[in-house]
């Protein structure tokens, strides 16, 4: 009997100096952090989302602007491109055998734009993004395909001439062939860019 009651009183006394402890703990952090207010329980825990990397959309804009702009339809290409067996372009100060080499085959296609199906303001967007991209990677060749316009209102090739006068209004663009048949022939263009990226 003795020893349980002493069990007991000693069990008493480490609850009671377990609380004493527990309240200078809560008194010793009170002091520290000073009066502050309690939470309300709830059960979760809410995290604020990482917000999304801000987009350059002026930029886009600005961009998509200048691609817009930069290629009119109402250029007239007829004045500069030589009569020959087939209608090519190079620009002046560029030599005569350039257009005879790009002929030839003597500069290797690099990349290419296809541009059937699309319409006129379409193909206008899709070939100056092509040629910007293309000046940037520093390519030398291209192949543009306009088609021969055989699927056009009186198979008329609408967008033959206006391609023409697309490449000829970009200065990167130094001379300009119609493709080999192999190649595309009347359907297509091989085209000498100068090849300088960054620009």
Request: one cysteine or more; proline letters at 6%; hydrophobic letters at 40%.
């Amino acid at each position: 009997m003795a020893e349980a009651r002493q069990r007991a009183a000693d069990e008493a006394a480490a609850h009671r100096a377990a609380a004493r402890q527990t309240e200078a703990d809560a008194q010793l952090f009170a002091r520290a952090a000073g009066p502050v207010q309690p939470l309300r329980a709830h059960g979760r825990v809410q995290h604020e989302p990482t917000p999304a990397p801000p987009l350059a959309r002026q930029r886009e804009r600005d961009e998509q602007a200048v691609l817009k702009e930069a290629l009119s339809d109402e250029f007239d290409p007829a004045t500069l491109l030589q009569v020959d067996e087939h209608l090519s372009f190079r620009r002046p100060g560029v030599g005569p055998d350039v257009t005879g080499k790009l002929r030839r085959g003597d500069w290797a296609v690099q990349r290419e734009i296809d541009l059937h199906g699309l319409r006129v303001h379409e193909a206008r967007e899709a070939l100056a993004a092509f040629l910007q991209g293309a000046q940037r990677a520093g390519l030398r060749c291209v192949r543009v395909v306009h088609g021969k316009g055989l699927g056009s209102p009186g198979r008329t090739p609408v967008l033959k001439g206006k391609v023409h006068g697309w490449l000829i209004q970009k200065k990167e663009v130094l001379a300009f062939v119609q493709a080999r048949p192999l190649e595309g022939g009347a359907g297509a263009l091989l085209v000498l860019l100068t090849g300088q990226a960054g620009r």
